[in-house]
């Protein structure tokens, strides 16, 4: 999450720094600075890893990172998203906890390793792996790396450090790169990665989902979006293999978008066989496109249609693709971006006739989102590809 906020303040309390701050009171631990601490206060900590229990952010409480150890001013700090590792503030669950719970204003940390878990879905208690804002204010913050679940975390579901985040680039030789997200004076995404992609390495896709399931090791990539227009198929029917979808939040969980795009290409080419391959009828739909799309070169068959879920998680984080795809792999231009507003085409079926698609010509004034199109509207396609991480 990233802000333009800042707070100024000279602190009440500091956490590790080598010399007082005025009247602020120095302590060794975070928890230790929060415990009976007066609202309203400012806690500056030094940069450094913090292992500790829980963080508990009380109401009225701002608890600011990034300092040198010797910082005298607040002018010395530095924002995580412009510091080397050694000068970053980072707070560790080492997948034990939940990073930290925020009823007042956590700024400038790096919260990663958290694990949250509750076997009651959709339980406040098994959310925010990281961070669970309850009231509060998280800004200028680098959250990654962590789980919320309704497993137990223990050695047999952690994953150990994640090796992919999302926003990353994945190159064809597996290798991850890790652009820097940050927000520009117009409140605008941009990204920026030191050397740009190193040479020999080719860029095949941006990161756009991390699986939260401890044991699955999964991430999904995104491809460029189609500068044509293909539809599901015409004429319309049910593909045996896709169950069809009634309801919204069943959709956003699909995530099957490979089994389908296999059952679409097993089933239409042998329909149009069937019924003599008569021209009138569509040659060219979706899930033909992704079968036979081989950008950057070798990677035919890595790609599948995306399901409406997959789909629907990568409307959630297209402002960082677009960053992406702009800043870092030259994909489109501010003047041509990637994610115009128009119908997304999904592999994912409503009935006979209809697909989930993703709509997005009202955005940001609603009417946006996972809505019921018919199978023969053209739309965008968005070429998905699912990896394994490697664990560290």
């Not at 402002?319 to 592999?347: I, N």
Request: charge should be negative; hydrophobic fraction near 35%; aromatic fraction near 12%.
């Amino acid at each position: 999450m990233f802000a333009l906020l800042s707070n100024s303040q000279t602190p009440d309390r500091t956490v590790n720094f080598n010399s007082t701050i005025g009247g602020a009171v120095n302590y060794t631990s975070i928890t230790d600075a929060l415990s009976g601490v007066s609202s309203p206060s400012v806690i500056w900590v030094a940069t450094g890893t913090y292992t500790e229990d829980e963080i508990i952010v009380p109401s009225g409480v701002t608890l600011v990172g990034g300092f040198p150890a010797d910082a005298v001013s607040y002018e010395q700090r530095i924002y995580p998203g412009n510091t080397t590792p050694n000068q970053q503030t980072v707070l560790d669950g080492s997948y034990e906890h939940r990073v930290a719970t925020v009823y007042g204003t956590l700024d400038g940390f790096v919260i990663t390793r958290g694990y949250a878990f509750d076997s009651i879905a959709n339980s406040i208690n098994g959310a925010g792996g990281g961070v669970l804002i309850n009231g509060g204010v998280v800004m200028n913050c680098i959250i990654n790396n962590n789980v919320a679940s309704e497993v137990k975390p223990s050695p047999a579901t952690i994953p150990g450090t994640f090796v992919a985040s999302v926003g990353d680039v994945y190159c064809t030789d597996g290798t991850i790169l890790k652009p820097v997200y940050s927000l520009n004076q117009q409140g605008k995404i941009v990204a920026t990665l030191d050397g740009g992609i190193p040479a020999g390495k080719v860029a095949q896709g941006i990161v756009f989902y991390i699986d939260p399931a401890p044991t699955t090791n999964k991430f999904y990539v995104m491809a460029k979006v189609s500068t044509v227009k293909k539809i599901f198929f015409n004429p319309t029917f049910d593909i045996p293999g896709i169950p069809n979808y009634a309801l919204s939040n069943d959709a956003r969980a699909d995530f099957n978008g490979r089994a389908h795009t296999d059952s679409l290409n097993a089933y239409i080419p042998r329909w149009i066989a069937e019924m003599g391959g008569n021209p009138w009828y569509n040659h060219d739909y979706a899930a033909k496109y992704v079968n036979e799309y081989n950008i950057p070169e070798g990677t035919l068959g890595q790609w599948h249609l995306p399901s409406s879920g997959e789909l629907y998680k990568i409307w959630e984080v297209f402002p960082q693709m677009e960053a992406c795809a702009r800043d870092v792999l030259g994909w489109t231009t501010a003047q041509t971006p990637m994610f115009k507003k128009d119908f997304y085409v999904s592999s994912t079926e409503y009935n006979a006739g209809e697909i989930w698609a993703l709509i997005t010509y009202s955005y940001p004034w609603g009417g946006w989102g996972l809505e019921t199109g018919n199978k023969t509207q053209p739309g965008y396609v968005v070429p998905v590809s699912v990896k394994e991480q490697n664990q560290e």
